[in-house]
């Protein structure tokens, strides 16, 4: 292995959605940028890999049109004028191009964060990174880290404090929260599907499930089949992290034992149809979320609470799903809408105890319940471009984040909102906006 260091002034793990905007804003704001990426391309659980839609604000009861603006827009314009095939290749190399785009921003893929190393004021010094396709270990230091791996990998590496599985009633208050347990929502496998126009046989594999009738998938419609079904979940009973292999597995054979039921077990219309694509990269909900100094909670997003350092917003519903996954008897998921989009604060986006460490996307600090609605990529999106915006000031002020003032949030959303990000309540103060 060839061992060498990086430097950078800010340095993100993860290249979802949520660490590609946060790449993105904070060189845009001028400063030197490391983004670590452990798969082949960005984009995370969008990617050509996973193939989920991008969902957001879209959800909002409030505002059912609403979506998100800044970065994560320009792309999907751009995909929009340059994609109308709707390729899920073509929507990683727009990613990729925006970012390699940004002169200050290094691109690691391949590269996973194996370890962290702390300063004696409890800082990130330095992350420890493999990259196996090049022969490769590499030492990189920063002055900011930003945690976007959705796993929280590089916070639980630094000891940061994180929170797997679900919060009981007591525990914030929360009306709806189902726990105290260890249990999440589970995995999904996506598949691509096509109308060939004539008959195709499907002979499953000796090991893919059997769900001979419809009552063996209870509140399971198959309603479109060209793009899989979301509902092929498992795994929310497993460690999301540790038992991976596990759940991939039997994941597959559930993809399979479905596609068998369409195919040979009753008229569901898909005599003619074949599988086209199928995914192997289980598409994760949930898995560790740091916490920081505000832990976003149900009540926080029904009753639209206003926050001062406000600085990105959501608008999914909060939608939870039982851990038995596609064995549970009962329906697959459960929605509470606001009625409107939320604002999600600053205070949710930085570790409360590792001080040089802001974090976005599913890592962001939440309940079980309101990462019902967090964890999805637009969202994520937002709340990346937000972080990258707020590591920069950071950087330029040579400060930690919580040690950022009303003045510093003043001027992050201020920012954001010249960039077109959209924070509720907070009005452009810009006098050239008319």
């Not at 827009?73 to 929009?80: G, K, T």
């Not at 691109?107 to 194996?114: E, G, K």
């Not at 606001?338 to 590792?354: A, C, K, T």
Request: hydrophobic share 35%; with cysteine.
């Amino acid at each position: 292995m060839t061992r060498r260091s990086l430097q950078a002034e800010i340095v993100i793990a993860g290249g979802g959605l949520a660490g590609t905007c946060a790449a993105i804003s904070a060189a845009r704001c001028g400063a030197d940028v490391i983004l670590i990426q452990d798969r082949p391309m960005l984009g995370g659980n969008t990617s050509s890999e996973v193939r989920v839609h991008a969902t957001g604000a879209d959800c909002s009861g409030g505002r059912p049109h609403a979506r998100e603006g800044g970065i994560i827009e320009e792309m999907r314009l751009e995909e929009a004028v340059r994609n109308p095939q709707r390729s899920n290749s073509m929507w990683d190399i727009i990613l990729e191009e925006t970012v390699r785009r940004e002169e200050s921003i290094r691109l690691l893929l391949n590269t996973s964060v194996v370890s962290a190393s702390l300063t004696s004021s409890g800082c990130i010094g330095a992350i420890g990174c493999a990259r196996p396709w090049t022969e490769e270990e590499l030492t990189v230091t920063g002055e900011i880290f930003i945690d976007c791996t959705g796993d929280g990998t590089l916070g639980a590496e630094a000891g940061a404090d994180f929170r797997m599985g679900r919060e009981g009633p007591d525990e914030h208050g929360e009306p709806h929260a189902e726990g105290p347990d260890d249990k999440t929502m589970g995995c999904s496998l996506m598949w691509i599907a096509e109308d060939t126009g004539s008959p195709v046989e499907f002979t499953p594999p000796s090991w893919a499930r059997k769900f001979e009738s419809d009552e063996d998938l209870p509140f399971r419609g198959h309603g479109e089949i060209r793009h899989g079904h979301w509902w092929i979940e498992w795994g929310g009973e497993l460690d999301m992290i540790k038992d991976q292999d596990h759940i991939r597995q039997e994941l597959l054979a559930c993809l399979f034992g479905v596609w068998d039921h369409l195919k040979n077990h009753g008229d569901h219309g898909a005599e003619n149809w074949a599988l086209r694509w199928f995914g192997v990269l289980p598409a994760k909900r949930e898995s560790r979320r740091l916490l920081g100094p505000h832990i976003l909670t149900e009540n926080d997003i029904m009753e639209l609470r206003e926050f001062p350092d406000a600085v990105a917003h959501g608008g999914w519903s909060i939608d939870t799903h039982p851990p038995k996954g596609i064995y549970s008897p009962e329906r697959p998921s459960w929605h509470l809408h606001s009625d409107d989009v939320y604002g999600i604060p600053l205070r949710s986006l930085y570790s409360r105890n590792v001080p040089n460490l802001f974090m976005a996307g599913r890592c962001a600090s939440c309940t079980h319940m309101a990462m019902g609605s967090t964890r999805v990529a637009a969202t994520g999106a937002a709340m990346g471009q937000a972080v990258g915006v707020a590591a920069a000031r950071c950087v330029d002020f040579l400060c930690l984040p919580e040690d950022l003032n009303e003045e510093d949030v003043a001027s992050i959303q201020q920012q954001l909102l010249r960039d077109d990000h959209f924070i509720p309540n907070v009005r452009n103060e810009d006098p050239s906006v008319v």
